[in-house]
């Protein structure tokens, strides 16, 4: 039984302690960190941030052990740590920006998702032709995310997709053969662009530009490229910044299908479906990351008290009353919160709001709780002093003059 109480009682003391700002707080960092980690999964930065994490964790060694070279020189790095974070991650956190744009909105694509078979089947015919003649081909098919800024030259076109348009783009005679073909909202919106490559050359060093533009589109955004290779008649597809080759069209199919579906439901669900069933791993772990960072940043910074005299206000008096005494006219007030909150805080707006629409004349003992304090929602109103007061009510002899009937 201690063991268990040794469990339980910490956790009752932070339920006590939790403010309902809290609670939006680690909310908030919750959506930024799920956002962040989504885009770690989708990009290529892995090795940049595993050395990130191994100079924190240097800098936290040489805090425990009293290392002081060594916390001299990291203290200077980390004051220029946003500035290094913005050099070396300023497109991913371009797109972290868009990406946190694009949370939770719903998307209506039902012309678009009914056009899909149309398209897919253009695509694969298309694709089919060129692999067995051995023609290259790149078609960049566009997702949610906005892959302007990283196109350029080209032609822009206003096209419907098919097969012979497709394969007449791709003729090694045609002009625009050579780059690629975007498709957006289904239809050829560009041909002939110039995309940026990738440096994963572990994934594309038996293979060309081609292949290094299509995988350098998919790591930048969420759109998919499909590549066909000139030199072996090959179908590829580049999605998510990894790149796979098929011998089976069936599988290029589903993957199409797959994108399509993922990107362009037929019907948009709920929000909170949506916040159920994807990305489980992604959002368990923003959830914990958030906690652990309030637990350790915030919540061990322990709380603060401090008194305030604060004035009482009468909200809804009859008119033809008024508040002749009150024993005392100000209250003392306890408040508490965590951290540097009592900085923000400006004492001339806290005050004791008392509803006075059911008061008679006489005298009358008003016993003052805490949901009278006005404050911020981040303070608890720990005491009150006196708890009660003692007021006397009476006629308003303005107001009884006002009413009287005034001589004719």
Do not use: C
């Amino acid at each position: 039984m201690p063991e268990v109480l040794a469990v339980v009682l910490p956790f009752s003391k932070l339920a006590r302690e939790l403010y309902v700002t809290d609670v939006f707080d680690v909310l908030m960092v919750t959506v930024i960190m799920y956002a962040g980690l989504m885009l770690f999964k989708r990009t290529r930065s892995n090795s940049v941030f595993a050395g990130i994490a191994i100079v924190v964790g240097i800098y936290v060694v040489s805090q425990v052990f009293n290392l002081y070279l060594t916390s001299l020189i990291l203290r200077a790095f980390f004051g220029a740590f946003i500035v290094v974070l913005v050099v070396i991650f300023q497109d991913e956190l371009r797109r972290f920006f868009e990406f946190l744009a694009l949370l939770g909105t719903r998307r209506e694509q039902r012309d678009e998702a009914m056009a899909v078979s149309p398209l897919i089947n253009s695509l694969l015919q298309a694709a089919t032709n060129l692999a067995y003649r051995k023609i290259g081909a790149l078609v960049i098919l566009s997702g949610i995310e906005n892959i302007d800024r990283h196109v350029e030259g080209g032609r822009v076109v206003d096209g419907i997709v098919s097969q012979e348009l497709l394969e007449s783009i791709f003729d090694p005679t045609s002009p625009g053969h050579d780059g690629a073909v975007i498709i957006r909202h289904n239809r050829i919106a560009m041909l002939g662009t110039h995309l940026p490559l990738s440096h994963d050359f572990e994934q594309i060093g038996k293979y060309g530009t081609r292949h290094a533009a299509g995988l350098g589109i998919a790591e930048r955004s969420d759109a998919l490229a499909l590549i066909v290779s000139e030199e072996r008649g090959q179908i590829s597809l580049a999605q998510n910044g990894k790149f796979e080759t098929f011998d089976d069209i069936g599988a290029v199919e589903d993957r199409l299908r797959d994108f399509f579906r993922a990107k362009f439901p037929r019907e948009s669900s709920p929000l909170w479906r949506n916040i159920v069933r994807k990305n489980t791993v992604e959002k368990v772990g923003a959830i914990t990351i958030s906690s652990v960072l309030w637990f350790f940043l915030v919540y061990q910074t322990g709380t603060v008290r401090r008194d305030f005299i604060v004035p009482i206000t009468y909200r809804n008096l009859n008119e033809t009353l008024v508040v002749e005494n009150s024993n005392p006219k100000t209250i003392t007030i306890t408040l508490e919160s965590r951290g540097r909150a009592f900085d923000q805080l400006d004492p001339a707006s806290l005050e004791v709001l008392v509803d006075a629409s059911g008061f008679a004349p006489g005298k009358k003992k008003l016993v003052i709780g805490d949901n009278m304090v006005k404050r911020p929602l981040t303070f608890s109103v720990i005491s009150l002093s006196p708890p009660n007061i003692q007021l006397t009510i009476g006629k308003n002899p303005e107001a009884e003059l006002r009413l009287a009937p005034q001589p004719r």
